[in-house]
């Protein structure tokens, strides 16, 4: 049972409304330069748009289109940091971009992309791109549709595999530096007194209580919501702004088993239908194809990639490799998010900058109240950085130093670090080297704590279904360590289980018997949490097709 007391009688610098990335890493670049900060999210940590993307730490090279050289720049130095502060999350990915004659990105055109490409990650480690002749990429990909092909660029960005668990990182680097990080709390109101924010009227969502944060002229408070930026300015009696900030695009991607002629490497494709690039990405030994960018007005709660986004994404990765053959039964998963975009009135999508905006209330009234609009997976620790040192300038105290650049993730774990010899070398009797492996790529260092939960209970070294590689230590880590409170927080966002293979509905019995024996979770709780979870899957990841298919 969590206590708010002491929250409610605590001055803090900073509260931030909003764990999924951005607001993570604010709260945890604030807290490393010491601000008193507490995080507050009315949903899981990364349990909106942050869960949602393509997976991939990248320069953005499509955004050299519209000449936004110093975001691409941005996002290249970025891309270098988390190579170094979480090499356990984010590692090098080759990508191969396909060039055809009717395509609308001519081979020359695209080659000088490359050449300004590396010309701006000029400090990077990762190689630079290399031109492909039409012979080479047959030699290479004979699976591609060769018709009108007239050759392809390599390049390289990286991808962060486990997403979610990056997220996570950052606000348990938080709490460890003196955060104060709260999933399941949710503003309802914001009160102004004068010319500045004074209450933050919350609720906890797990129990029903409610609760104030008092936030005074010396408090900064960061609306970072995402696609819920306006919704939180409007809580309470007097909206704080009428006129939206935010006027996000719909982006959905479908997860497919390895199919013919799929790539080694990932692709980066021109859509024959409406000319969009979208990517093939290879991911945990299946493959990863999105994203769509629809203008969304609907529930923000609720999103979905609907029948007629699944079937684009299937014909266009169809279109490029002819034996694929993919239909809707393939597919095993998807998910949609809103980008968090500014609002405009006529533009195309994909045009929308991706430019981040800290939005300053003070010309509205509310001298302590910055939203953010906007903000890309790669450049989010670049985000917190400019929000924290705005924060200090409203305080009106001196810019301490920022330590995220260099500090690594909790889990960082360098591949010469002697922590996995030694963990094989206890738990081989156990575990298998694969297992083990596993674990090490899911929580890098932090391993050796899901590890030594087995020598505890022996039973927590077993599999949870057989043919994964997750055991049930995990589930008892989850809860124990990084704030997990329902089966949807475990199987989706801390071991991602939701997507190995029938949504996880096969491992929930082994959980919910982990958690009621290890946890002193009741059989009633149990039940009610495996009913939540399906109808949070149904509602969000199963194609609508399918549902309809298994109701008749």
Request: some cysteine; charged content about 20%.
């Amino acid at each position: 049972m969590r206590s708010f007391q002491e929250i409610q009688n605590t001055s803090y610098d900073l509260i931030v409304i909003g764990g999924g990335i951005n607001g993570a890493g604010i709260a945890r670049d604030a807290a490393l330069r010491g601000l008193k900060t507490i995080l507050i999210e009315k949903g899981d940590f990364a349990g909106g748009t942050t869960s949602c993307p393509s997976r991939l730490i990248h320069g953005g090279l499509r955004y050299l289109e519209y000449f936004e050289f110093n975001l691409v720049r941005e996002s290249l130095r970025e891309r270098e940091v988390l190579l170094h502060t979480a090499p356990h999350l984010v590692r090098p990915l080759q990508l191969s971009i396909p060039i055809y004659a009717d395509g609308a990105r001519p081979y020359r055109l695209i080659q000088v992309g490359m050449i300004l490409y590396d010309l701006l990650s000029y400090d990077k480690t990762v190689p630079n791109h290399r031109m492909l002749s039409l012979g080479q990429v047959r030699q290479l990909f004979r699976s591609l549709n060769p018709k009108e092909l007239k050759g392809a660029a390599q390049y390289y960005d990286a991808q962060v595999v486990y997403a979610e668990r990056l997220c996570l990182e950052n606000i348990l680097s938080a709490q460890a530096a003196g955060a104060t990080v709260l999933n399941y709390v949710q503003v309802m109101g914001l009160e102004k007194s004068q010319n500045h924010l004074s209450t933050i009227t919350c609720k906890d969502q797990l129990t029903g209580e409610a609760f104030t944060l008092s936030a005074g002229q010396q408090t900064v408070v960061a609306n970072t919501t995402g696609p819920w930026v306006d919704e939180v300015l409007q809580s309470g009696e007097h909206p704080i702004r009428e006129k939206p900030l935010m006027g996000g695009t719909k982006g959905s991607h479908i997860i497919v088993p390895k199919f013919p002629g799929a790539p080694d490497t990932a692709f980066y494709v021109e859509a024959a239908s409406d000319n969009r690039p979208f990517f093939i990405i290879p991911w945990l030994d299946r493959y990863l194809i999105g994203t769509t960018d629809l203008p969304y007005s609907g529930d923000l709660n609720h999103v979905k990639a609907d029948n007629q986004e699944i079937e684009y994404l299937i014909e266009e990765t169809n279109r490029t490799i002819p034996t694929a053959n993919l239909t809707l039964t393939d597919v095993l998963y998807t998910y949609s998010g809103v980008r968090p975009l500014p609002y405009t009135d006529a533009q195309t999508p994909s045009s929308i900058t991706r430019k981040h905006i800290l939005h300053d209330h003070a010309p509205e009234g509310i001298a302590n109240l910055i939203s953010l609009v906007g903000g890309k997976w790669t450049t989010y620790r670049q985000v917190g950085e400019e929000y924290v040192d705005a924060a200090y300038r409203k305080l009106g105290r001196p810019v301490p130093p920022c330590h995220t650049r260099k500090k690594p993730l909790p889990g960082a774990l360098d591949q010469t670090d002697i922590a996995r010899a030694n963990a094989v070398a206890q738990y081989k009797s156990q575990l298998s080297l694969t297992v083990i492996d596993h674990l090490f790529s899911l929580y890098g260092s932090k391993a050796l704590e899901v590890l030594a939960l087995t020598e505890k209970s022996t039973d927590l070294a077993e599999s949870i279904v057989p043919g994964l590689l997750d055991i049930k230590a995990q589930v008892v880590y989850a809860v124990e360590t990084e704030l997990a409170h329902t089966l949807v927080d475990i199987c989706c966002r801390r071991m991602l289980i939701a997507m190995q293979g029938n949504y996880g509905f096969d491992a929930l019995p082994a959980i919910t018997e982990t958690l009621s024996k290890h946890c002193g979770w009741s059989q009633g709780e149990c039940d009610r949490q495996e009913k939540a979870y399906r109808t949070y899957i149904e509602t969000q990841h199963q194609p609508d097709y399918a549902l309809a298919s298994a109701h008749t």
